[in-house]
């Protein structure tokens, strides 16, 4: 289940989060009106700026840099997207991530539509407000 938040620095932060996983696991988008949308995801090894190797529904893997964000409690990796991201993906969207052949991280929705939806009326709130 998406959960969105529109926040103080005028970008939107949409998040699915898996609080009962140990180790905590949470994966979404960030995005502020007219930028490049951010893949944000909690990793399973510690968070450490590098090439990541990511995977969408089993398709090409594809290397992007990923930096690091702090996020309450949790480091991040953050992965900088085109801005037209969201509408690009499938309803049903798997992510995995790997480092060195290494799976780092895996995500699933089955409602990508309405996280997309979600994102974008808090970006139109955003530019309103």
Not at 41 to 55: E, K
């Amino acid at each position: 289940m998406w959960q969105v938040w529109a926040l103080p620095d005028g970008k939107c932060l949409a998040l699915i989060q898996y609080p009962d996983e140990k180790p905590f696991r949470f994966w979404g988008f960030r995005q502020s009106p007219g930028s490049r949308v951010e893949l944000i995801f909690g990793s399973i090894d510690a968070a450490r700026p590098r090439t990541v190797q990511m995977s969408f529904n089993d398709g090409d893997m594809f290397n992007y840099a990923a930096g690091v964000d702090h996020f309450s409690d949790w480091d991040a990796y953050v992965i900088s997207l085109q801005p037209d991201a969201l509408s690009i993906f499938h309803d049903d969207t798997f992510v995995d991530a790997f480092v060195d052949e290494n799976k780092i991280f895996y995500g699933v929705t089955h409602s990508m539509r309405n996280g997309e939806k979600a994102m974008a009326n808090c970006l139109e709130w955003q530019e309103n407000h």
